[in-house]
């Protein structure tokens, strides 16, 4: 069993930062591919970045050159620097870990936080 708590959400201009952290409970997490997906008001949950095992990453269009995932296996933590904040990046954003599949798609993974909002302003 994998526990994750997200921290680091807050209220921004636009063209600001903020950064996100994921932390997971449990010995395997280094073993984890772990994500962040994000959800706006009215709309599915996308995907936002994931990281492998080793450490590999990949991005959405929409937040590449911008969001940069990386984690810790020491510290069992995943983050998400977030740059050149948009207003349209608003939502709540949410951690998720051990994909069972295609790992664009939030139905896949097996472990999710409880989400953290971010709000970005024009």
């Known amino acids: 069993q994998v526990q994750l708590l997200e921290s680091g959400g807050g209220s921004v201009q636009a063209g600001g930062s903020l950064r996100l952290s994921c932390a997971a409970s449990g010995r395997t997490f280094s073993g984890y591919t772990m994500a962040w997906f994000r959800q706006a008001p009215g709309k599915e949950r996308e995907f936002v970045a994931y990281?492998?095992?080793?450490?590999?990453?990949t991005y959405a269009d929409s937040v590449k050159g911008r969001f940069t995932i990386s984690r810790d296996n020491a510290k069992n933590t995943v983050y998400l620097q977030m740059n050149s904040l948009k207003p349209e990046d608003t939502a709540v954003y949410y951690c998720a870990a051990n994909p069972r599949g295609n790992v664009y798609s939030a139905r896949v993974y097996e472990y999710w936080g409880q989400g953290t909002q971010v709000t970005v302003s024009s």
């Open positions: 990281v492998s095992w080793s450490g590999g990453s």
